[in-house]
């Protein structure tokens, strides 16, 4: 523990230490959190591959989140101390962009503290409703039920999301993505590769039917319409689709 100690040391100087853990624990300040991040999880001689858990914590004069990490390849574990004293704004830098399960975990985070993770690409709540009131885990949290009642309506379906993101200048600014556009992309380049491999499928085989059937070889799982169509030749996809739609066809 001790040589990984003094390697984080040499990695973030202004590091504090807590040692009569059963983890290491290292306390950094947030604007030297994701580097130190990025050392953690690229050097070879710390090498913290795997993000085991990210807890948010409230200690009443300050928010902040735990971050447990361990290497795969030395066996080693850590606990990094990440906290704000505002309140009103709390603010982390995300580490979604080093290891993919903090993508979730800083959300739900947010969901029950409040806290915003600067640079996250879809910093919405991931448990409770879009309209619910506070973050339940913190300690200044009003338990009144009129906070918020038993909704029986269904909450309204947000087609954006936020980004609070971090400028070269070091102003964070908010902005607003659209949700399903990366959905929908890829929706469009799938169907339009597959009507391509149909069209490519469709004409390769057209001659191969054509010799079945010429030997008497009919396949009868295809309307006779569209086994007309491939000896006439006519092997145009709206000719197929008319064919498969049960429209009749005409020479």
Same mark, same amino acid.
């Given at each position: 523990?001790?040589?990984?100690?003094?390697?984080?040391?040499?990695?973030?100087?202004?590091?504090?230490?807590?040692?009569?853990?059963?983890?290491?624990?290292?306390?950094?300040?947030?604007?030297?959190?994701?580097?130190?991040?990025?050392?953690?999880?690229?050097?070879?001689?710390?090498?913290?591959?795997?993000?085991?858990?990210?807890?948010?914590?409230?200690?009443?004069?300050?928010?902040?989140?735990?971050?447990?990490?361990?290497?795969?390849?030395?066996?080693?574990?850590?606990?990094?101390?990440?906290?704000?004293?505002?309140?009103?704004?709390?603010?982390?830098?995300?580490?979604?962009?080093?290891?993919?399960?903090?993508?979730?975990?800083?959300?739900?985070?947010?969901?029950?503290?409040?806290?915003?993770? @600067?640079?996250?690409? #879809?910093?919405? /709540?991931?448990? $409770?409703?879009? +309209?619910?009131?506070?973050?339940?885990? =913190? !300690?200044?949290?009003?338990?009144?039920?009129?906070?918020?009642?038993?909704?029986?309506?269904?909450?309204?379906?947000?087609?954006?999301?936020?980004?609070?993101?971090?400028?070269?200048?070091?102003?964070?600014?908010?902005?607003?993505?659209?949700?399903?556009?990366?959905?929908?992309?890829?929706?469009?380049?799938?169907?339009?590769?597959?009507?391509?491999?149909?069209?490519?499928?469709?004409?390769?085989?057209?001659?191969?039917?054509?010799?079945?059937?010429?030997?008497?070889?009919?396949?009868? @799982?295809?309307?006779? #319409?569209?086994? /007309?169509?491939? $000896?006439?030749? +006519?092997?145009?996809?709206?000719?197929? =689709? !008319?064919?498969?739609?049960?429209?009749?066809?005409?020479?």
């Amino acid at each position: 523990m001790a040589n990984l100690q003094e390697k984080i040391a040499s990695m973030c100087k202004s590091a504090t230490f807590v040692t009569d853990t059963e983890w290491l624990e290292v306390n950094v300040a947030d604007a030297d959190w994701h580097s130190l991040a990025k050392s953690l999880k690229e050097d070879p001689e710390t090498s913290m591959d795997q993000l085991v858990a990210l807890i948010g914590m409230d200690w009443t004069e300050t928010l902040g989140c735990m971050y447990y990490l361990h290497s795969t390849a030395h066996n080693t574990q850590i606990a990094v101390k990440v906290e704000t004293a505002d309140h009103e704004n709390p603010m982390l830098h995300s580490v979604s962009d080093l290891w993919d399960v903090a993508n979730l975990y800083e959300r739900e985070v947010y969901d029950y503290y409040g806290i915003i993770f @600067i640079n996250h690409p #879809d910093m919405r /709540r991931l448990f $409770l409703r879009n +309209d619910w009131v506070g973050y339940p885990l =913190r !300690k200044d949290y009003d338990l009144s039920p009129e906070t918020n009642p038993v909704r029986l309506d269904h909450e309204a379906v947000e087609d954006t999301t936020v980004s609070y993101q971090e400028q070269p200048d070091g102003t964070i600014v908010k902005k607003e993505i659209p949700v399903f556009l990366h959905l929908l992309l890829a929706f469009m380049l799938f169907f339009t590769c597959n009507i391509v491999l149909f069209s490519i499928t469709f004409y390769c085989i057209s001659p191969l039917f054509k010799i079945y059937m010429q030997f008497g070889i009919c396949p009868v @799982i295809f309307p006779a #319409d569209f086994q /007309r169509t491939l $000896l006439s030749g +006519d092997c145009h996809l709206c000719t197929f =689709r !008319k064919c498969l739609m049960g429209i009749p066809h005409t020479d």
